[in-house]
């Protein structure tokens, strides 16, 4: 006599339901290795409820069966249970099963989360699937997943860590001498110019002016929670947070015996309220928002700003777009409490090549007005950036280029509070591995070098990093 072991009876026919589009009007047997086809067809024919009791039957005969376990699962997130698919699902993950179980584990798992309102754990989950993905078509699937649950999810999250080895992690001086013919202070004993007769000339190298090199780590996070939303408009609370610390290398500990990397590190944070709204005449959403924030230099509390900034975009055709984005900012420093107010402009046109390459122009410019001399200029950039498409051998390549100028009428560290201009280069290249991915996130190596030449030597640059990051692929 053959045991559950080798047959299930009845269930198919007690429900009413036919197999392979064959009607029964007697009780049929299905063995147990053919339960999980069967299954499989009463799912994508939108009959979980039999699908549901095939697979308990099932189960008695192969408890720990981690495919009928999933099937059951995903059953009972059709029958609107999440919370029994969960608890399911964390069985099958408890196993040590295969790749292809765990990513249909954590496919249902973040469905069930969806169904309960648990949209931040469904995108945690559809990274987690992201990992055991077999093919193209499975991981655009998830992708595809996740850009709709994010589109729900009122919550959105965003992390950014790196690290970046640097041959001038502390904005040192690349000049060899400071030359001084008469220093004026902007802030005297009463309050005026307080002028100092120094006729002299300073060595840079060999202090901690100069360039150190060393390790930069990146840390940062931002959090967006929408408020409300209708066909054309949407509120967002933001806030976001961003650190970065050094380690010195042995060279610049022995230029510099008594720093260390706290005497840089430095950080970032920021609240605000953003308000997207699309008006007449464009169907793309201007963003406003107001930022208050704080900064921190060497673990002291260093500045505090507020910011007021809008955000436009112009589809011109349909592979040329434009970014319009004004923004004014207030910052006082602490210990001072002296002030600068920057106003500043970027426009951005991005074009999409047939080939999937793209290429992205970017123009900014910017006024800073302080009592404080060195805070009081005015800058203007162009950076060029182009984005190949297509991977090659796994890396997806970008170059890109960049100058500015940088103009102060007076300056603190110009002989006879004199003026001061300086001028920028960069050049910088990138590499995305798009075959190395682990929750949704690509490594990209970024290479960048960038020259700054001064009127006033204490202010030229000349530095060199290499940095290694990571990108979200969805």
């Known amino acids: 006599m053959r045991g559950p072991s080798a047959y299930l009876k009845g269930i198919i026919c007690a429900c009413g339901l036919a197999v392979a589009g064959i009607g029964h009007a007697d009780p049929v047997r299905i063995s147990v290795d053919a339960a999980p086809a069967a299954i499989s067809l009463l799912l994508q024919s939108k009959q979980p409820a039999a699908a549901r009791e095939i697979a308990r039957a099932a189960l008695q005969a192969r408890p720990n069966d981690p495919v009928i376990l ?4 995903k059953a009972n997130v059709d029958l609107r249970r999440p919370d029994r698919a969960i608890d399911l699902v964390k069985t099958v993950q408890g196993l040590g099963t295969n790749d292809a179980n765990l990513f249909h584990a954590a496919r249902i798992r973040a469905e069930a989360h969806a169904q309960l309102e648990q949209f931040t754990r469904a995108q945690f989950w559809l990274r987690r699937a992201s990992n055991y993905t077999q093919d193209r078509a499975a991981l655009g699937s998830v992708t595809q997943a996740h850009r709709l649950v994010r589109q729900t999810n009122p919550l959105s999250t965003s992390l950014r860590f790196g690290a970046t080895p640097s041959n001038n992690i502390n904005n040192g001086s690349s000049g060899d001498h400071f030359a001084i013919g008469q220093f004026v202070a902007d802030h005297g004993i009463d309050g005026g110019l307080l002028t100092i007769p120094i006729d002299a000339v300073i060595d840079i190298q060999g202090t901690d002016d100069a360039q150190l090199s060393g390790l930069a780590l990146n840390l940062g996070g931002s959090v967006q929670y929408r408020l409300d939303r209708t066909e054309t408009a949407a509120s967002f609370l933001t806030a976001a947070i961003d650190y970065r610390s050094y380690i010195l290398s042995d ?44 900064t921190w230099f060497a673990g002291a509390a260093y500045s505090r700003f507020i910011e007021a900034s809008f955000v436009q975009s112009y589809k011109i055709n349909p592979t040329d777009n434009i970014w319009v984005n004004g923004y004014v900012k207030n910052r006082t420093i602490i210990d001072t409490d002296a002030k600068a107010r920057t106003t500043g402009v970027r426009l951005n046109w991005a074009h999409k090549f047939d080939n999937d390459d793209s290429l992205r122009l970017g123009l900014h410019a ?23 498409g297509a991977p090659v051998a796994g890396m997806k390549f970008a ?49 960048e070098r960038s020259v700054t030449h001064s009127t006033v030597d204490l202010f030229d640059r000349n530095n060199i990093s290499l940095g290694l990051s990571f990108q979200s692929s969805f």
């Open 70 to 73: 999933l099937l059951l699962a």
């Open 251 to 294: 060279e610049a500990q022995q230029i510099a015996p008594d720093a260390s990397g706290r005497d840089y590190e430095n950080g970032t944070a920021m609240i605000g309220f953003a308000r997207r709204q699309i008006f007449d005449g464009n169907d793309r959403p201007m963003t406003l928002q107001l930022n208050v924030g704080q």
């Open 366 to 388: 910017r006024r800073s007005q302080s009592d404080r001399f060195d805070d009081d200029f005015t800058a203007y950039d162009v950076d060029v950036d182009y984005s190949f």
């Open 399 to 447: 170059v890109g280029a960049g100058w500015g100028e940088t103009f102060h009428d007076r300056s603190n560290y110009a002989p006879g509070l004199g003026s001061r201009h300086g001028a920028q280069y960069e050049l910088r290249g990138s590499v995305q591995f798009t075959q190395i991915d682990y929750f949704g996130f690509q490594p990209v190596v970024r290479l």
